[in-house]
């Protein structure tokens, strides 16, 4: 018999998992599209709360992004994790759950965390913006969705 996951547990992989599969998408993105080494991407991420300075020379900056990047698709895993049993909508169909859950979380990031950050501010790009959902789609909302589904199912209910 199949021992059960704690619900610890599952978060914690399902972020894991969420995590590693974006962060990979964006860096990989990152320089497929301009060239450039993707250690830029972290350094973006941690000037969320270092500003500029994460830009400079220090080491570290990088390894700050990552961890703040795991800490947010953790923190989007513990939110749908929380909202999957008090929203019988989102258990029709993990699959559908996933893709709004995706839209969601973009338009979160987008419109409310990262203007309240310290990150440099981009322009609106209609294509980028189509290209950076489909990635959280398949990287951040069907992973998170599947995973948290995937924990309930093995739960009596």
């Given at each position: 018999m199949e021992k059960q996951?704690?619900?610890?547990?599952?978060?914690v992989f399902?972020?894991?998992?969420?995590?590693?599969?974006?962060?990979?998408?964006?860096?990989?993105?990152?320089f497929i599209t301009t060239g450039k080494n993707p250690i830029r991407v972290l350094q973006f991420i941690a000037s969320g709360v270092f500003g500029a300075d994460a830009f400079g020379g220090d080491a570290l900056m990088p390894l700050y992004g990552l961890v703040f990047h795991y800490f947010i698709a953790t923190c989007w895993t513990i939110i749908f994790f929380l909202a999957?049993?008090?929203?019988?909508l989102i258990r029709k169909s993990w699959v559908l759950s996933g893709i709004?859950?995706?839209?969601?979380?973009?338009?979160?990031?987008?419109?409310?965390?990262?203007?309240?950050?310290?990150?440099?501010q981009i322009p609106f790009d209609l294509?980028?913006?189509?290209?950076?959902?489909?990635?959280l789609i398949a990287c951040i909302g069907l992973p998170i969705s599947f995973g948290i589904k995937k924990y309930y199912?093995?739960?009596?209910?």
């Open positions: 996951k704690s619900a610890f547990t599952t978060i399902t972020g894991a998992t969420a995590g590693t599969l974006d962060i990979a998408a964006a860096l990989l993105n990152f999957y049993r008090r929203i019988k709004s859950y995706a839209v969601v979380v973009w338009t979160i990031m987008t419109r409310i965390v990262l203007p309240l950050s310290r990150v440099p294509g980028k913006a189509a290209l950076a959902i489909a990635i199912a093995s739960k009596p209910s």
